[in-house]
């Protein structure tokens, strides 16, 4: 059989034995293999935590940056090649902690690149501190009386922002997640995929078990809409017993791309001085005496 | 050199900039050597601004602290600027805004508002009644700054025109009865063709000179003016410049765009610059060319929003956690801030590192007249890249070379891939942590830093060369520098003057000046004597004294002087 395109390295990972990190690997790089992409057409930009390491371990280009930083710079590698097929990686705590102002942004901005949170509800990397969705009552190193607050909702945040492609996902149901991102990455503008990733080690809480007895897929109920944007809302308040999965609110707008005129001719990264142009700004500070 | 001065001071909101702008034009384009400089406060109405104009015989780069001429929109600049007038001075001033008539030789009351009204024009205009009274003193009719008005109003009508014109009369004859024909201020013989030009604008086009194609940044003074430059030149330069929501956010898009293959630069000042940093580093680990300027004002924290300080040379050598290869340039007037531009450019594409243009408000705002700048000199240098159908399947992003430069690929160019990290990593850009590799890549980046030193560019020398005086400094305190120089030098002083144009790593050439004859004196604008410090760290060595300022005005002659003097450094 010929390799896959976008197979996963032989390189050791650095996460634990059946960390939830795997299957987001592997539905990526299916996702991938079936979207007639190359992998140098990709680009995955990613945070750091053990989420960011994930493209480490797939084929594309790479770059991994810093903690909570990934959306700005997806946002300006995409906006200087838009041919690039541009992903955003990262953890929870990458994206609604250390990074949620660049969330709010990039997602009214509409950038056209796919964002994939990789949702523990826990800083792995750190040895198991609470994030932003950590759920209440959770004890941790740094919230030992337990968590206190409400959970941060990422989804409902999106839909109140006009996201373009609002989803989630789970780790453990691969061909729903294979095919969410593969929706996301066909959305033309911003993409989030919230996927919901037990953590084997810090997170003894929201486990595999506690997990697949409560995701529903959203495409059970013949009629859920995704276009509807209060229903969407609603229904992105739901978490508890019940936890649904799928494409929550999905909308048609114009991206950052196409705001900028000096796209017009294709990629600025093939593109030199422009001569003329400078000339005529020079041109423009002479003094005519 | 035979200079003269004009302050105009008023309110904000009052055409203070209007004023200022008619002058700007109209004192060029009758062929004086001019500079400009705007002092403002950190609001939008009221307060006291004043903006100084010094036209002169031969190129002039900095100003003096004794006027000619104060014009004043409001009440403060007497009260605050009187003092200043040299000795047959004149003062014009509005009697209505003053509360009172001064009867005192010099001084010419034009009520600018009702001197518009009695032409039938609305009070606006009382910004031309202001133009066409100082003009009197510049030119024996209006010619030239009918042509301006004509130039600026004509989209809205000839009646705006003819107005202005009108208004601009009436305040020319009421200075000129008072005072009658006065010696105009002598002009060069022949300048030759001139641009006129501040430093933001001279940043900006140096940039798309340099084919900057991604700028982001978050708006702050002064550094403002680059951002906006650069906006609106978006489409005709075929450049992005994308508004961040933070300077986090600006800084780390640049490092995006640039590891996506194009050129791309921000702009910030102090407070936008402390946020810039970790991402700063990680452009340095993941050897990804960024140029950023910092327009310097006085900090720390906001500080003084619109002043000036040389206050950030230390915070730029030390921008960021750990060790990296790094640059930074200072440019000292327009010329430098335009060709430094590409250059900065040119360093960050060659060695893959972050390169930090130090501007400040001086720089930034201070307009001058200057020889035209010359696109045809920028060469565009973007250092070894590789395209993904050259590079090959075995194609290692940090593969180690003796330079410390390995070649660069865009990612997309070809089935090639490149793999990058701001966390420590193997030749192929992937994670690792032995202490083997780590020394590896410490080594190789820091490598850079040799061609990077071995291309510093060389201080500006002027003066003796056997002085017993020698004055350093670096940035926008070039101009004042070397009027001081050339002042000591008319009263028989043997001086040498130095500007510092690259301040980390420094020249080699440096050592030699340092080390050299004459007493060593540092001028800067800033509390600590930073350029002092890094001199001394990387020379150890030690000036004879020092000038500082850091009142967050900018250095002048008269200072400079002042301060050589009390400190028992002149002859
Ligand atoms: C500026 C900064 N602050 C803190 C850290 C330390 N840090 C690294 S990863 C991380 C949190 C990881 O959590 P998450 O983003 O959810 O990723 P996970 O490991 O759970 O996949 C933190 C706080 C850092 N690298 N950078
Ligand atoms: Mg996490």
Same mark, same amino acid.
């Given at each position: ?289 | ?6 302050? /105009?001071?008023?309110?904000? !909101?009052?055409? &203070?900039?209007? %004023?200022?702008? =008619?002058?700007?034009?109209?004192? *060029?384009?009758? @062929? ?101 009274? /100082?003009?009197?003193?510049? !030119?024996?009719? &209006?010619?030239? %700054?009918?042509? =301006?008005?004509?130039?600026?109003? *004509?989209?809205? @009508? ?414």
């Amino acid at each position: 059989m010929a390799d896959k395109l976008f197979q996963t390295t032989p390189r050791e990972t650095a996460w634990c034995p059946g960390c939830g990190n795997f299957g987001i690997l592997n539905a990526l790089s299916d996702a991938l293999e079936e979207l007639s992409l190359e992998p140098h057409d990709v680009l995955f930009v990613s945070g750091i935590g053990q989420a960011g390491k994930t493209p480490h371990y797939i084929k594309g280009n790479v770059f991994n940056t810093l903690h909570g930083r990934t959306l700005p710079a997806a946002t300006g590698a995409k906006l200087v090649n838009p041919e690039l097929t541009v992903f955003a990686i990262g953890g929870d705590g990458d994206g609604y902690a250390e990074g949620g102002n660049h969330l709010l942004h990039a997602m009214r901005k509409n950038v056209n690149i796919t964002y994939l949170v990789h949702d523990n509800q826990v800083f792995g990397l750190t040895k198991g501190q609470a994030s932003p969705r950590s759920d209440q009552g959770f004890v941790t190193g740094t919230t030992p009386q337990g968590v206190s607050l409400e959970s941060f909702s990422p989804l409902a945040t999106a839909i109140t922002l006009n996201a373009g492609f609002v989803a989630r996902s789970f780790s453990g149901n691969k061909s729903h997640l294979v095919e969410t991102i593969q929706a996301a990455v066909n959305h033309e503008g911003f993409s989030i995929v919230d996927i919901l990733q037990p953590c084997v080690t810090f997170n003894k809480i929201n486990t595999f078990q506690w997990y697949r007895s409560r995701v529903y897929d959203l495409k059970d109920d013949e009629n859920y809409d995704p276009s509807n944007r209060t229903a969407a809302w609603e229904k992105a308040q739901q978490w508890g017993d019940r936890i649904p999965i799928g494409v929550f609110y999905k909308v048609d707008r114009a991206t950052l791309d196409e705001a900028h005129p000096a796209s017009a001719n294709g990629p600025l990264v093939k593109q030199g001085v422009e001569y003329d142009g400078v000339k005529e700004i020079l041109d423009g500070f002479a003094v005519n005496g | 050199m035979n200079s003269f001065s004009i302050k /105009i001071g008023g309110e904000a !909101g009052q055409g &203070l900039v209007s %004023v200022g702008n =008619i002058l700007l034009q109209a004192i *060029s384009q009758e @062929g004086w050597y001019l500079f400009s400089h705007r002092d403002y406060e950190s609001r939008i109405r009221g307060g006291h601004n004043f903006t100084q104009f010094r036209l002169a015989d031969e190129p002039v780069h900095t100003l003096e602290e004794a006027v000619d001429v104060l014009v004043a929109l409001d009440k403060a600049t007497i009260d605050r600027h009187r003092q200043e007038l040299k000795e047959d001075g004149v003062v014009i001033y509005d009697p209505s805004v003053q509360g009172e008539t001064i009867d005192e030789p010099g001084f010419v009351a034009v009520p600018f508002v009702e001197v518009a009204q009695d032409q039938g024009q609305p009070k606006v205009m009382a910004n031309a009644a202001a133009a066409g009274a /100082i003009w009197s003193l510049l !030119g024996d009719d &209006l010619e030239r %700054v009918n042509g =301006i008005f004509a130039a600026m109003f *004509s989209r809205k @009508g000839e009646d705006i025109v003819e107005g202005n014109k009108k208004v601009a009369q009436a305040g020319f004859d009421r200075v000129r009865d008072a005072l009658g024909h006065r010696d105009m201020p002598p002009k060069p013989a022949n300048a030759g063709p001139q641009y006129l030009i501040a430093g933001n604008p001279a940043l900006a086009s140096g940039a798309l000179a340099a084919g900057v194609k991604f700028m982001s940044a978050y708006p702050m003074t002064p550094s403002t003016g680059v951002t906006e430059f650069i906006a609106a030149n978006g489409r005709r330069c075929s450049v992005i410049m994308e508004q961040a929501e933070d300077e986090i956010a600006a800084m780390n898009m640049v490092v995006g765009a640039s590891y996506a293959g194009a050129r791309a630069m921000t702009a910030t000042s102090g407070g936008g610059f402390s946020l810039m940093t970790e991402a700063i580093g990680m452009a340095a680990s993941a050897e990804v060319p960024v140029v950023v300027i910092d327009a310097q004002r006085p900090g720390p924290s906001t500080g003084l929003p619109t002043r000036t300080e040389q206050g950030d040379l230390l915070y730029g050598f030390g921008t960021a956690s750990g060790d990296f290869p790094k640059a930074i340039l200072a440019p000292g007037d327009v010329q430098e801030a335009f060709y430094l531009m590409g250059h900065a450019f040119n360093l960050a594409d060659k060695y893959q590192m972050p390169v930090i243009v130090m501007s400040d408000q001086h720089l930034a705002d201070s307009y001058e007249t200057t020889i035209p700048l010359d696109m045809d000199k920028v060469i565009v240098d973007r250092g070894e890249i590789v395209s993904g159908d050259e590079a090959g399947p075995d194609y290692k992003r940090f593969a180690l070379t003796e330079s410390g430069v390995s070649p660069r690929l865009v990612p997309g160019s070809g089935p090639a891939l490149t793999v990058a990290a701001g966390d420590e990593h193997d030749e192929e850009g992937h994670l690792v942590e032995s202490a083997e590799a780590r020394r590896a890549m410490m080594d190789k980046r820091m490598a850079k830093m040799k061609g990077v030193a071995e291309e510093a560019l060389p201080p500006v020398l002027v003066g003796d060369d056997e002085p017993e005086l020698v004055l350093i400094s670096w940035g926008s305190t070039k101009g004042a520098l070397f009027e001081t120089v050339d002042k000591l030098q008319e009263k028989g002083q043997k001086v040498k003057g130095v500007h510092i144009k690259q301040v980390y790593p420094f020249s080699q050439d440096l050592e030699a000046v340092l080390q050299g004859p004459g007493k060593k004196v540092v001028v800067e604008s800033n509390y600590v004597g930073q350029l002092e410090k890094l001199l001394g760290m990387e020379f150890a060595w030690k000036p004879d004294g020092c000038v500082r300022r850091y009142d967050g005005r900018p250095l002048n002659p008269d200072y400079i002087l002042r301060e050589l003097e009390g400190g028992g450094h002149l002859g």
